[in-house]
């Protein structure tokens, strides 16, 4: 059974880091491309970053290019997303999901499944 749980979010001041972990289980992260997603209050989910499981490309969206990097360790069987800079706009609950393809300019496509995600919440 494919489980995905998020974790190391909180809060954080304009400006901050904080380092989101999507910890798999039930498939290794060589099975499917990882992306992570954000909803923040009153919007509509949006893609963040993702991963391609096989060459390693990545894609982020326009808003956090430059600020966030996405990583993932094999031997852990998790996925990071290292953000940095953060802005009171980034304030999101944050989730991380499986998908069938990665594109770099596009985003993760084919998503199937959802971990419960973790709340940033970025305020001073």
């Known amino acids: 059974q494919v489980q995905l749980v998020e974790s190391g979010g909180g809060l954080v001041q304009p400006g901050g880091s904080l380092r989101l972990s999507c910890a798999a289980s039930?498939?290794?992260?060589?099975?499917?491309?990882i992306g992570w997603f954000r909803q923040a209050p009153g919007k509509e989910r949006e893609g963040v970053s993702c991963?391609?499981?096989?060459?390693?490309?990545?894609y982020y969206a326009d808003s956090v290019k430059g600020r966030f990097t996405i990583s993932g360790d094999n031997a852990k069987n998790t996925v990071y997303l290292q953000m940095n800079s953060l802005e009171p706009e980034d304030t999101a609950v944050y989730y991380c999901?499986?998908?069938?393809?990665?594109?770099?300019?596009?985003?993760?496509?084919?998503?199937?499944?959802w971990g419960k995600g973790t709340l940033v919440t970025v305020s001073s």
């Open positions: 991963i391609h499981r096989r060459d390693g490309s990545t």
């Open positions: 039930g498939f290794t992260l060589g099975s499917y491309d």
């Open positions: 999901a499986t998908g069938l393809f990665c594109s770099s300019w596009r985003g993760l496509t084919g998503v199937d499944d």
